[in-house]
């Protein structure tokens, strides 16, 4: 991680967990993860690169959202599965 990317410094326990896996999350798949400021407790994900058009038709996500963290790793999990599954897919020229 470069430093530009480091999570705000927090002021309690719940806000610390969130930083931690922010970075963790980033360093091991590149997507980057928030918290929502709406106080609603949302946590949300969105992959650090653009879709393609192929992507976007096989139903590949660029954000995803969930209301705690094991959700939001599940939801990642699966755009990553997805991924991997549309990376290894014959593809006509062009693609």
Known sequence: ??????????????QQYIANLQTVIKDLTGWKVWASDGGNGGLYATRGASLTGVEI???????????DPHDLVAKIQEELRKSA???????????
């Not at 599954?85 to 693609?95: D, I, T, V």
């Open 1 to 14: 991680m470069d430093g530009q990317d480091a999570p705000p410094a927090s002021d309690g326990p719940a």
């Open 57 to 67: 038709d096989a139903g590949l996500a660029r954000t995803v959202d969930a209301d």
């Open 85 to 95: 599954k549309l990376a290894a897919a014959p593809h006509p020229a062009g693609f």
